[in-house]
């Protein structure tokens, strides 16, 4: 990857001419010695921060090709344009400090200057910045995850098979547990690791399963239908870009880009759309205790899913392993551990963090989101959270299927996707996920954290 042979020909503007620009940006990936360094002379003379973002765009490029102009040059530069430091480690502080200003708007022209950079990582970028588009989220916070457009193969309606035909889990497996009218089906991490994203139906309804290995949240939404693609459900696929550490997904049919999280259009010809995926009931599980609960459950079959992919190792484990993150993320709490798992709700508006091993050793928690009452029931073994609405109800742990209403005593049975009492009155489920702390934080800054309460 670089410049050579492409015919990269820049005229570097002198200050006092004209005003200082983009064009000397890219001047600084010039082949020729002379061209780049009068246009770092250009650019420091020029004291301009709206620039910032856009040499640091160029600054992971370099990393990335190891072209000539190195990463201290231009974190040297940026240092003199803003007057600030960042410490040894420019590739992440530079991302920390934007991210940290956003009143340093960068200077106009900046989307088709970060798409000139982009298009060289991949020509299919070129699709998300276009300068006519609406972005909801900052563009100069968007970086590149490593992987062209699609590099992480989405799974299209993959084959599954029974329980019992499976020879690939062990009981401790984790896995993403999905029951949806009457169907149960379990999506393996071994198998969504390098895969990221699963467009299925389940129980007759189209769904899309949204993974983020890097902030550790799987996401499960109801199909959406698009009127460009007369009435079809959207399908999404990985666009090979982040934000904040979170993959942004783009749908196939206006590859508009998507929050992860929020299941919202955040760039493109959707962003203005006012649309909003609706979130559906899924469950981290093992597969012992998911299979246990669903013996009639169905499972991704390894040997079907399209791509002839090794699903003994996951290509995440030594990131899983460690505490660090591998992408820089200016937006952060230290109110719980980097990676710790949480279960997360947004209700009434209102975002909060439940620590899971916090909900493990309860195993039942009642609480009140905004104005909905609801209870988490936590096994304890594997962790597996589920919420339901309790209508201020309040419920005593039998076993993991098993309330009783206290007062007046009545029998309650847990079901996947409700609450069912003795006398046929029924709770729906609250749909949640998991996520890693930072990756949650980054989102819901203003997010509550549950904690740990006295038994009297």
Request: proline share 5%; net charge negative; hydrophobic share 35%.
């Amino acid at each position: 990857m670089g410049f050579a042979g492409v015919g990269f020909m820049v005229a570097v503007v002198t200050l006092g001419q004209t005003e200082v620009g983009w064009d000397n940006v890219k001047a600084l990936l010039s082949d020729d010695k002379e061209t780049r360094e009068e246009a770092m002379d250009v650019l420091e003379a020029s004291g301009d921060p709206s620039l910032v973002a856009g040499i640091n765009d160029l600054m992971y490029y370099n990393f990335v090709t190891r072209n000539t102009l190195g990463a201290s040059k231009l974190s040297t530069l940026m240092e003199s344009l803003t007057g600030e430091e960042v410490g040894d480690n420019p590739r992440d502080g530079w991302v920390e400090w934007i991210g940290r200003h956003e009143e340093v708007a960068p200077k106009k022209g900046y989307l088709a200057f970060k798409r000139w950079v982009f298009e060289r990582y991949d020509p299919a970028f070129r699709g998300y910045f276009n300068p006519r588009f609406t972005f909801r989220i900052r563009p100069e916070e968007i970086e590149w995850g490593g992987v062209p457009k699609d590099g992480i193969p989405a799974l299209d309606q993959p084959g599954f098979i029974g329980a019992a035909e499976q020879d690939y889990l062990d009981d401790d497996d984790r896995v993403f547990g999905v029951y949806l009218n009457g169907v149960a089906k379990a999506y393996p991490h071994i198998i969504m690791d390098p895969h990221e994203m699963c467009n299925d139906v389940v129980g007759g309804e189209p769904v899309s399963l949204s993974y983020c290995t890097l902030c550790g949240s799987g996401v499960l939404y109801r199909g959406a239908h698009s009127s460009r693609e007369r009435g079809k459900p959207f399908t999404f696929g990985s666009s090979g870009l982040l934000y904040r550490s979170n993959k942004l997904m783009y749908d196939r049919p206006t590859n508009s880009l998507w929050n992860n999280l929020t299941g919202e259009p955040v760039a493109g010809r959707l962003a203005e759309s006012g649309i909003k995926l609706e979130l559906a009931p899924l469950v981290v599980s093992t597969w012992g205790e998911w299979k246990k609960r669903h013996p009639e459950t169905l499972v991704l079959d390894r040997e079907n899913t399209g791509f002839a992919r090794d699903y003994e190792v996951s290509p995440y484990a030594d990131y899983f392993a460690s505490d660090k993150t591998m992408f820089p993320v200016w937006l952060r709490s230290e109110a719980l551990a980097t990676k710790q798992r949480v279960f997360t709700l947004v209700l009434s508006g209102r975002p909060k963090a439940y620590p899971v091993d916090i909900l493990k050793e309860e195993r039942i928690t009642h609480d009140t989101l905004g104005s909905v009452d609801i209870v988490l029931l936590t096994n304890a073994q594997s962790g597996a959270v589920r919420a339901y609405k309790t209508k201020a109800r309040h419920f005593v742990l039998v076993s993991d299927t098993e309330l009783r209403e206290e007062p007046p005593g009545i029998q309650w049975t847990v079901h996947e996707d409700r609450l069912e009492s003795e006398d046929g009155s029924e709770l729906e489920r609250v749909a949640g996920h998991d996520a890693f702390w930072f990756g949650w934080y980054a989102f819901y800054p203003s997010t509550e954290i549950y904690e740990k309460r006295e038994r009297p």
